[in-house]
């Protein structure tokens, strides 16, 4: 069986994510055979499986850094929120159906056996696991019912390293306000601290650290620096919102609609150096932009009618600007959408009425894997026909064309990732700013995988290596 050592952080963004991705990474080249494990995880930004199962991003993530392809046994429970109170539950890449929150807190405990058969499933294959917790171990309010955080690590027996950002600063208190907020038996369990996101000098942190660790009665394992690394985030609580200027000649407008899902679809556009990438929730922001982007989203309809009362609908609906829509966007792009069996909201609602088709939501939910050629595309976009795509589907309902639209410069799509394969990015990009496609573009797979490096680079140089095996019990 494997060996096994888990990340929790003394609140969400303290980094677990990024701290698991690396050291995913950094023991997959020490030669060891490597998992990364969630047991629950709750996000809109998922991803489908070979076999056409879904799961949270973050574990996608993992996976890829440590060199295996994703496996619903890495993340056995998604949570997609569809309103505030409540979310689609996924288990083993299924749905089961939506869940008020007090509804699923009860129902919980039940999955307990199907998070340990994926667990055990996993420590079968491999030498070592890596588990990451959820948001914060002192949720005391969500403690009795726990299958993330200490309640798991118990259940798996693991080893736990408490990782605080000193970043947002405080980071003293949030280890320590962690710590007392255990138990004595949950206390026991975490075997060091680790401060993540350090900028400057570590010396002058020292003498912080010998009193945290006489307080906390507990070693500082390591002060990892803030990393310029770059990789896919799955939660909205994140910066991947944050416009930062740039000098692109292209300007992309991404609506940031309320339940914006997979929005990860973009980060190769954002590391074109052509495109000044923004997310736009205001008319005011808006602009004059050379691309609009409807992204997914998990409440369509809502976010249609959030649209529209917004104003925003008006601004695309008269912008001369291409237009790509993808799942929900592709759907909000239509003339109406349906939801007679109240999937989502209920009720229907008029779309934007640029493409000439209609959706009906259903329960049939559609994942899977798919790839093609782009062929028959008009206006700007005529300069992919011929390239061939790679992404994925997640949607519910049904699309039926209803005729033919006129307008040009507008692309619907289901597809997830349509422009991570080769150089499609650089190639709209670049068209739309007028510069001739350069060959060597940047390839998305190989930057994501140097991005792990960079990150098991500064952990492998931050973080003592030695007391962290001895910890985990590997020779």
């Known amino acids: 069986m494997a060996k096994n050592l888990m990340i929790m952080g003394t609140m969400s ?11 995913c990474r950094l023991f997959s080249r020490m030669g060891y055979k490597v998992a990364p494990f969630k047991s629950q995880n709750m996000a809109l930004n998922s991803y489908v499986t070979d076999e056409g199962l879904e799961m949270g991003r973050a574990q996608v993530v993992q996976a890829e850094a440590c060199g295996k392809k994703p496996s619903v ?44 058969s994926s667990y055990e499933k996993l420590s079968e294959e491999n030498d070592l696991i ?38 947002l600063g405080g980071v003293f208190a949030q280890l320590i306000g962690t710590l007392i907020l255990l138990e004595d038996e949950e206390k026991e369990r975490i075997k060091g601290l680790l401060i993540n996101k350090f900028r400057g000098d570590v010396n002058l942190l020292k003498p912080g650290i010998t009193q945290l660790e006489e307080k906390a009665n507990k070693k500082v394992i390591g002060v990892v620096p803030m990393v310029k690394a770059n990789i896919e985030q799955e939660d909205s609580v994140t910066s991947a919102f944050v416009n930062k200027k740039t000098e692109g000649k292209v300007d992309i407008a991404i609506i ?25 929730d205001k008319v005011s922001e808006f602009g004059n932009p050379d691309l609009i982007i409807l992204p997914g989203t998990k409440s369509t309809i809502a976010d249609l009618r959030w649209l529209k009362q917004e104003k925003l609908a008006d601004e695309i609906i008269c912008s001369k600007a291409p237009i790509v829509g993808i799942c929900g966007g592709y759907q909000m792009l239509g003339e ?19 493409l000439a088709h209609k959706t009906i939501l259903d329960s049939e939910k559609t994942t899977k894997q798919v790839s093609g050629t782009f062929e ?41 990732g349509i422009f991570d394969k080769g150089n499609i990015a ?12 350069d060959a060597s573009n940047l390839d998305y797979q190989e930057y994501k995988m140097d991005q792990y490096d960079l990150i098991a680079d500064a952990i492998e140089e931050s ?12 020779e």
């Open 426 to 437: 650089s190639i709209l990009v670049n068209h739309l700013a007028n510069i001739e496609v």
């Open 73 to 116: 046994h890495m993340n056995p429970i998604l949570l997609k929120p569809s309103s505030d109170v409540g979310s689609q539950v996924i288990v083993h890449g299924k749905s089961i159906g939506n869940m008020k929150a007090d509804e699923y807190y009860k129902f919980k405990p039940k999955l307990i056996p199907e998070i340990l």
């Open 13 to 23: 963004s303290a980094g677990k994510s990024f701290i698991v991705t690396g050291l």
């Open 376 to 416: 028959n595309l008009r206006g700007v976009f005529e300069i992919l026909n011929g390239t061939t795509y790679e992404g994925y589907e997640i949607h519910n309902g049904k699309t039926e064309i209803t005729g033919k639209t006129t307008r040009e410069n507008i692309l619907g799509t289901y597809v997830h």
């Open 130 to 167: 890596i588990i990451e917790g959820a948001g914060s171990p002192a949720e005391i309010n969500l403690k009795e019912n726990d299958i993330v955080n200490m309640g798991l690590a118990k259940l798996v027996d693991a080893p736990v390293l408490l990782v605080g950002d000193i970043d």
């Open 336 to 354: 109406e959408i349906e939801d007679p069996d109240q999937i989502e909201t209920g009720g229907q609602e008029k779309g934007l009425g640029l």
């Open 463 to 474: 973080i003592n290596i030695e007391e962290l095996k001895k910890i985990i019990g590997l």
């Open 256 to 280: 940031r609609l309320p339940y914006i899902s997979n929005f990860t679809d973009f980060e190769v556009l954002k590391l074109n150096e052509n495109a000044n990438v923004r997310f736009v």
